[in-house]
């Protein structure tokens, strides 16, 4: 046989161990926002720093509020690949939220985090808004039922 392996043990060894070497085994993440949220809120002093340290610090906010423009909103989203139980899907890993809000002045005067256990615990309201807008006209929706009773008698 041309190729011995007793004879090339040694190489092969190395070539396997340059392989491994140069794998990550990191797992891969999909950020949105800013990364690392936290670790930024907290070099954040109330009463001390402004908006425009603000800015120096994390950028322009996500959204403002809007009933108040003085409430800055930022967020931070982590998602990971799931394991093998999971099937490869997408898996959230952090979700972070830090709420400013400022005074008059402009001078920070509260600070709230909120991550993902927090987020679990809020609760919504549970009233609908009635949009008059998208509703069916009247020959719309006797089109669209019109339209349902043909189609539903069909045999597949």
Known sequence: MFF???YHNNKFL???FIILVNCQFQEPTKNHGILFLENRSNQLKV???NKNDVVRLLGQPHTKSISNVDDWIYIERVMTKGSYHRLGQNV???SNVLV????KYGVLKEKRFLNK???KKMTFSKK???NNLSKKSFVESFLSSVKTKMYGNRKK
Do not use: A, Q, R
């Open 4 to 6: 011995k392996f007793k």
């Open 14 to 16: 190395v070539y396997l």
């Open 47 to 49: 009463e001390v720093n």
């Open 92 to 94: 959230l890993k952090s």
């Open 100 to 103: 400013l809000t400022f005074d």
């Open 117 to 119: 256990n927090d987020i």
């Open 128 to 130: 609908e808004t009635e």
